[in-house]
């Protein structure tokens, strides 16, 4: 720990006040991050650039973002539209993963985090900056992603977190917000629930959901409807995969971004990817979350049941071990860990053969597989069917087999039962 003029760094990437000159802000446009951008302004007198990254938030007006943050004295007004990156680098590889935290949680705000913590070293750099800042708190995960990908590809930036130091409640940064001529969504910033979003899903956190014993109330549908007021008619969806990705939705060819959308139009209509979670946090925290994914809850359906399908046994018992270290490698912030690039690499030899159509039935909330297809399947129906068959699989083989493979076991049960090994 090393002190400077009454500062006291805990790590060695936290910025000292005295040393700030230009601020690269990750910029959402809400209350916490347009108070920090003047609050960095006022309090070190330091210029600040703010950094907004699209990645494919529903509704957002990034123009109105852009502007806001020239209001509030930005140097500079970044708004970067990462889509594309996202999906195809980010996504895609959670995809071929089946990559789910926990229960339900597809990891949409863990995959964003490395990639805008990527930019904002890109453009810090660009823009000669010395620090970045972000607005997490001190409970959440997201400080760990963040840091994480900015102390392993730039070293030589500092951090700033002030949410997680300037012990301003809701109310305080309201009052702050006013004193200083900030503008408030809907004239007081009190929206119910803290949001975050992209192109894989919504997440909810605050008010009730952090009782436990409190059930879902309707106003936190944010993306999907909610499962009981979906249409009473189900509605059937074709997926197309070639190596793992999808690639095309009832026979049209989209690209992934575009696939995506689709497929979260269709499923939040009939109240599909709703996840009410309780989640244990990398700080140590036990947390409740409430998530709507439904696009990630149709492609991750549609690709576990193509998988079991062109792969053998041995392949589908060993991959769902490793998809649960990457999942939580992603979760805790560590993606540039060695590990999951040596994961992905089996992925990305697995999928090879991940090649066809599964087709779903959405209804009311849930996925149902109805089809199945590819030219790789580990399948013939004549092999599964009851009537008398040949060539690859022999029926008179089985007793001999069934005598060896039950070999041991059989010996260990005599064993223990005290009847020998005869």
């Not at 890109?122 to 963040?146: F, M, P, S, W, Y």
């Not at 996925?367 to 009851?386: G, M």
Request: aromatic fraction near 8%; glycine fraction near 10%.
């Amino acid at each position: 720990m090393e002190a400077a003029q009454g500062f006291y760094r805990t790590a060695s990437y936290e910025a000292d006040p005295g040393e700030i000159r230009r601020v690269l802000l990750l910029y959402s446009g809400g209350l916490d991050t347009s108070v920090m951008l003047r609050w960095i302004q006022e309090r070190y007198g330091a210029e600040v650039v703010t950094l907004t990254v699209n990645l494919g938030q529903p509704g957002e007006d990034f123009a109105a973002v852009r502007a806001k943050a020239e209001a509030l004295g930005a140097l500079e007004a970044l708004v970067v539209d990462a889509r594309e990156e996202f999906a195809e680098q980010f996504v895609a590889k959670a995809i071929k993963a089946n990559a789910i935290y926990g229960t339900g949680y597809p990891l949409f705000t863990a995959l964003g985090r490395p990639l805008i913590a990527k930019l904002a070293v890109e453009h810090a750099r660009r823009l000669g900056c010395d620090t970045v800042a972000h607005g997490c708190t001190g409970k959440g995960n997201d400080q760990v992603r963040i840091e994480a990908g900015i102390a392993t590809l730039a070293p030589e930036l500092k951090v700033l977190a002030p949410v997680r130091s300037w012990r301003m409640g809701r109310e305080e940064e309201i009052a702050y917000a006013r004193e200083h001529g900030i503008p408030l969504k809907g004239g007081n910033e009190q929206t119910p629930y803290s949001i975050d979003d992209n192109l894989w899903g919504r997440s909810s956190e605050g008010r009730w959901i952090e009782e436990l014993d409190h059930p879902p109330e309707e106003d936190v549908f944010g993306l999907i409807t909610p499962p009981q007021r979906a249409p009473d008619q189900p509605e059937e969806v074709e997926l197309a995969f070639e190596e793992g990705l999808p690639v095309a939705v009832n026979g049209q060819r989209l690209g992934l971004v575009a696939l995506l959308e689709r497929l979260t139009e269709m499923g939040a209509r009939h109240g599909v990817g709703f996840v009410d979670q309780l989640e244990d946090r990398i700080v140590g925290l036990k947390v409740r979350d409430i998530y709507e994914v439904p696009a990630a809850q149709i492609v991750l359906a549609a690709h576990r049941e193509l998988e079991r399908l062109v792969s053998t046994i041995h392949q589908n018992q060993l991959k769902p071990l490793l998809e649960q270290r990457w999942a939580y490698l992603v979760y805790a912030g560590l993606w540039w860990e060695p590990l999951r690039l040596d994961i992905d690499a089996y992925m990305d030899a697995a999928n090879k053969a991940v090649t066809g159509t599964i087709g779903l039935r959405l209804y009311k909330g849930t996925v149902q597989v109805v089809r199945r297809s590819s030219p790789n399947a580990v399948y013939d129906a004549a092999l599964a069917s009851f009537a008398p068959s040949g060539g690859l699989f022999s029926q008179a083989a089985a007793p001999g087999f069934i005598e060896l493979f039950t070999l041991q076991s059989r010996m260990a049960w005599r064993l223990r039962e005290g009847k020998g090994n005869q």
